[in-house]
């Protein structure tokens, strides 16, 4: 891992996801987290101050340990049983079966090097009656800008630590045995192969 994946890459990425229009979509969906909660990508901890006293414990999985510094930074304090799982999100997950009661995922299944596998480890350790939180970014449903998706993908994968920006998000979810129970989708400002989001809900289908 070079000097820029390992070090200047994790600010960057942080410094990013703190804009307004990305925290105030945190603030719709974070708080909604209920029980165990197995937050994959938890990255710099962004999400740790919105999560709701129903929240009992945080398993935040993320292989960066330079972001999971800046995590542990902002977990200090927090009343929320924090656990850091340093590792890539389809590696199998340390957690029983049907162990977890909601799943979050912020602009993370851009990034998983095979989100299919990830998702089934997901769906593993999540309870028959819980919830999979997800905000991504990914296809858009424009021509025009899906086919800039396409062109710019391999290139922003070398830039930015792996992130597709032409995944299917909802079709990745169904197809891993999920069932989509809310979803809304829609640009966030800003140049618009970067910006469509899947924002919902899921549940085990099965």
């Not at 340990?65 to 340093?86: H, N, V, Y």
């Amino acid at each position: 891992m070079g000097i820029y994946s390992k070090y200047v890459l994790p600010q960057l990425i942080d410094l990013v996801m703190r804009n307004k229009d990305a925290a105030r979509v945190r603030r719709e969906w974070i708080p909604q987290a209920r029980g165990d909660v197995l937050e994959i990508g938890i990255g710099s901890g962004l999400n740790l101050s919105l999560y709701s006293s129903d929240v009992r414990r945080v398993y935040g999985v993320d292989p960066s340990l330079e972001l999971q510094r800046l995590a542990r930074k902002r977990a200090a304090g927090r009343p929320i049983t924090i656990d850091f799982i340093s590792q890539a999100a389809e590696e199998p997950l340390p957690l029983r079966d049907e162990s977890i009661d909601t799943v979050v995922m912020t602009w993370t299944l851009c990034s998983i090097a095979n989100p299919s596998k990830a998702l089934q480890q997901m769906k593993r350790v999540l309870k028959l009656t819980g919830r999979v939180l997800f905000v991504e970014h990914g296809q858009a449903p424009d021509r025009d800008v899906a086919v800039w998706q396409n062109r710019l993908t391999p290139t922003w994968k070398r830039i930015g630590g792996g992130c597709h920006l032409n995944r299917k998000v909802d079709e990745l979810i169904v197809a891993a045995g999920f069932r989509i129970v809310e979803l809304k989708t829609y640009y966030l400002p800003g140049p618009r192969p970067m910006t469509y989001t899947y924002q919902g809900v899921a549940q085990r289908a099965f």
